[in-house]
């Protein structure tokens, strides 16, 4: 026995209907829940001002808002529309529909629809282009663009899934590297406009307009294509992002402070005369730098030995010494010690000099500096010091590229050394602030 499709969606909705009535106590979104249907759509409700769907086989009703009101476009897809205006669309909407494999798109100012049937699947482009394409099965394995030798546009590849992109009647598809191909004006000598800058997330790196020419620049793999405070898109250290509004600390080694911009760390230095200060909790700021009355580094016994000055926050402090304690100066140092100490130090036991790259060893109860060679560095094990080699620091900065002095390639850092990558014949290196790529030597001209 033979039904036609929309008798049965009929069916099916007023089965839907029967429900709601027979079981008004229960709530609506339960009554959605447990609605089953067969026939995939949208269809405006009788009774009320929505339309009852059909997606992945739950039957579900959407309300329109009091300002809309529910158009049937076609025999399986409705929608909610301006109740008081002759538009029932704005101009250049286009978008998939989730659950219905099909299309919605403005025409004239006029809502329309298309299914993009078994053998296709809907695709959005962007955020206001989609269209019905090929289903893709294909996978991959390398992120990239490459323009397709038999099609106008390229085959990009996105989360292991290969897909093609097709370019626009008036576009051409052009290679810039061996990972990144694009889209330009096929009848303008400008590949793209001046100023053009953006992320490209799939390929973690920038496209960008060079005297009227496409360019890309990839991120190292410790960096991410991120969209600065200045509006522009660069690549920065991983471990500059994912930080909360509102952050700030002062950096330690450096005048100044890190601060959370836009979900990135950005560095604020203070000038010479001020110095980063956080007081009883408060936000680090740049404060000016009070000279103190006193040097911190200095301490003094009194005449009497009875105790020692100090300086603390630019003040002289007086402390003084118990019953059983007597002051010590060394050098400029004072404190308190024992009258009687006994044995200055146990014999070989020693501890690392700050600043001085040696050592005081216990000889006979005396101290005995150590000096450690230039090659050497002191470390404190316990009760016990000694020199040790000093591990070496890396020859060069990852962060930097530059290009050599004849710009036919660029000096990087890699693993601590530097590596030289050598530009083709058609391409020419060319800086972009601390770092370097190599371009069509054509963007040159």
């Not at 839907?16 to 269809?43: M, N, P, Y």
């Not at 078994?118 to 394995?141: G, M, W």
């Not at 060394?330 to 130090?345: I, R």
């Not at 010091?385 to 000093?390: E, G, L, Q, R, V």
Request: hydrophobic share 25%.
């Amino acid at each position: 026995m033979l039904f036609h499709k929309s008798i049965l969606f009929s069916c099916f909705l007023t089965q839907a209907l029967i429900q709601r009535s027979v079981f008004a106590d229960e709530s609506e979104v339960q009554l959605q829940k447990d609605t089953a249907c067969l026939i995939t759509g949208r269809k405006c409700s009788a009774v009320k001002n929505g339309y009852d769907q059909c997606v992945y086989g739950k039957s579900e009703f959407v309300e329109c808002k009091s300002d809309q009101k529910c158009i049937s476009v076609d025999d399986y897809f409705s929608d909610c529309v301006p109740r008081f205006d002759t538009k029932e669309c704005e101009k250049g909407y286009d978008t998939c529909i989730d659950g219905l494999n099909g299309r919605a798109f403005c025409n004239n100012e006029k809502l329309t629809f298309l299914n993009c049937g078994s053998n296709h699947e809907c695709h959005n482009y962007s955020d206001n282009y989609a269209l019905c394409r090929n289903i893709v099965n294909t996978t991959c394995s390398t992120p990239g663009r490459k323009c397709s030798a038999t099609k106008n546009g390229y085959d990009r590849c996105v989360d292991g899934k290969s897909e093609f992109v097709k370019c626009k009647s008036g576009e051409k598809c052009i290679s810039v590297d061996d990972h990144f191909s694009d889209c330009v004006p096929r009848f303008d000598t400008k590949e793209c406009e001046e100023g053009y800058n953006e992320c490209i997330d799939e390929l973690n790196g920038r496209a960008f307009c060079y005297n009227g020419k496409l360019s890309f620049l990839k991120c190292n793999t410790y960096q991410k294509c991120h969209v600065v405070s200045s509006g522009m898109p660069f690549c920065v250290n991983t471990d500059r992002l994912g930080c909360k509004k509102g952050y700030r600390k002062c950096v330690d080694g450096k005048n100044g402070y890190d601060h959370c911009y836009n979900g990135m760390l950005l560095f604020n230095e203070c000038r010479e005369d001020k110095i980063c200060t956080a007081i009883d909790g408060n936000p680090p700021e740049c404060t000016k730098i009070i000279k103190p009355k006193c040097d911190e580094s200095i301490a003094t016994c009194n005449d009497k030995k009875t105790g020692f000055e100090e300086c603390v926050n630019g003040k002289l402090i007086f402390t003084e010494c118990t019953d059983g304690q007597i002051c010590v100066a060394d050098g400029k140092f004072a404190s308190c010690q024992p009258k009687n100490p006994g044995p200055v130090c146990d014999q070989g036991s020693g501890k690392c000099v700050p600043n001085q790259n040696g050592f005081e060893e216990c000889v006979n109860n005396d101290y005995v500096f150590r000096q450690c060679k230039d090659t050497e560095k002191c470390v404190n094990n316990g009760f016990f010091a000694s020199c040790k080699p000093k591990i070496s620091d890396p020859v060069c900065d990852e962060s930097i590229a530059t290009c050599n002095k004849n710009f036919t390639g660029f000096e990087e850092c890699v693993d601590g050394k530097l590596s030289f990558v050598e530009c083709t014949a058609e391409q020419k290196c060319v800086p972009f602030g601390t770092k370097a790529s190599c371009v069509r030597d054509d963007q040159e001209a």
